[in-house]
């Protein structure tokens, strides 16, 4: 059964980076037709698809988002990443990353918040 | 546009039928999928495609699609199907499955 797993500081400042990883396990990143991307939910709303990944390393990103986001991914780790700079109190969340194929979001992590504060 | 359009918060009697509907322009060309959220857990996707199923879902939950309108009916609701449903599907380019929609509440009575 496939796995994901989030990682990553759960408070970062105003204006820094946040950076998280999402761990793969149960089967491998390299498959060419999933792509492997970030979901978000700030606290009492709804989802925001952040962007997403292949294995071939073509990145799409939310538009609202894409000058601040940067996916990438390590398939010797079986593990994908994502930074965001320039956060602000707007960016807490809950992060999700989650494996997606041609219809839908399959497996999901169990998420991670992250907290914007001084 | 690659809004889709969600009621806040329907009701349903337990044991009966309840249909949670997401609206946008992107579904007269693609499918949607939908997510139930509980509270505290990660989302879990129920439907895909024309009308399918992971393996585990109850065959209570189906899917189906008419213009701008996709539907998510729930047969003969469980007090364990209360959650947030969310819809997703592609964005105007039609590339990204990269729009959500804002959700619907369901509270089973």
């Known amino acids: 059964q496939l796995q994901l797993q989030e990682s990553g500081p759960g408070l970062v400042k105003p204006s820094e980076t946040l950076s998280l990883t999402c761990t793969v396990s149960?089967?491998?990143?390299?498959?060419?037709?999933?792509?492997w991307g970030w979901i978000r939910q700030p606290p009492g709303k709804g989802l925001e698809w952040i962007g997403d990944?292949?294995?071939?390393?073509?990145?799409y990103y939310n538009a609202s988002l894409k000058s601040r986001v940067t996916i990438s991914i390590v398939p010797s780790k079986n593990q994908f990443s994502l930074k965001l700079n320039s956060v602000t109190a707007a960016d807490t969340a809950v992060y999700y990353c989650?494996?997606?194929?041609?219809?839908?979001?399959?497996?999901w992590g169990q998420g991670t918040l992250v907290t914007v504060s001084s | 546009s690659s809004e889709l359009t969600q009621d806040p918060a329907v009701s349903v009697a337990l044991g009966r039928t309840v249909r949670i509907t997401c609206q946008g322009d992107?579904?007269?060309?693609?499918?949607a999928s939908w997510y139930q959220q509980k509270p505290g857990q990660a989302p879990v996707l129920v439907i895909y495609?024309?009308?399918n199923r992971p393996s585990g879902i109850p065959d209570r939950f189906s899917g189906s699609s008419s213009g701008n309108t996709a539907s998510l009916t729930i047969t003969g609701a469980q007090a364990e199907d209360e959650a947030d449903y969310y819809c997703?599907?592609?964005?105007?380019?039609?590339?990204?499955?990269?729009?959500f929609g804002t959700g619907t509440k369901v509270t089973v009575l």
């Open positions: 992107s579904l007269r060309s693609y499918y």
């Open positions: 997703n599907s592609r964005d105007s380019s039609g590339d990204h499955l990269g729009v």
């Open positions: 495609g024309k009308n």
């Open positions: 149960g089967g491998s990143i390299r498959f060419s037709s999933y792509s």
């Open positions: 989650a494996r997606r194929d041609e219809q839908a979001w399959f497996y």
């Open positions: 990944i292949y294995y071939s390393g073509n990145t």
